[in-house]
Nanobody, 129 residues
Framework: QVQLVESGGGSVQAGGSLRLSCAASGYTASTTYMGWFRQAPGKEREGVAAKYTGGGSTYYADFAKGRFTITRDSAKSTLYLQMNNLTPEDTAMYYC??????????????????????WGQGTQVAVSS
């Protein structure tokens, strides 16, 4: 079992920054990759960024490249998403997620929500103009 709890969301003005955190607990060895997803009102959930927990490759959605950075602190079992240069289009509920262990996911599908099993409750991000 894996539990994920997001934090760090809030309201900011365009151009501002936020750092989201995702604290993982339980049998964290049961997952080898994690990601951030978001869902805006009236839109489908979309992948933001993902990475393997052991390091290595990272993956970013086009809208996140150059602005967002996904990192992990293994000592704290915490995943982070640093978001800079935020725009109103970034307004959404942001979710942390993790995939099962020993599972191969093609790079082209690393940002697909269907490849993930564990989900947090989300943290709201609102960006005003």
């Amino acid at each position: 079992q894996v539990q994920l709890v997001e934090s760090g969301g809030g309201s900011v003005q365009a151009g501002g920054s936020l750092r989201l955190s995702c604290a993982a607990s339980g049998y964290t060895a049961s997952t080898t990759y994690m990601g951030w997803f978001r869902q805006a009102p009236g839109k489908e959930r979309e992948g933001v960024a993902a990475k393997y927990t052991g390091g290595g490759s990272t993956y970013y959605a086009d809208f996140a490249k150059g602005r967002f950075t996904i990192t992990r602190d293994s000592a704290k079992s915490t995943l982070y998403l640093q978001m800079n240069n935020l725009t109103p289009e970034d307004t959404a509920m942001y979710y942390c997620s993790a995939g099962p262990s020993r599972r191969y996911v093609p790079p082209s599908r690393m940002l697909e929500s269907t490849e993930y099993h564990y989900w947090g409750q989300g943290t709201q991000v609102a960006v005003s103009s």
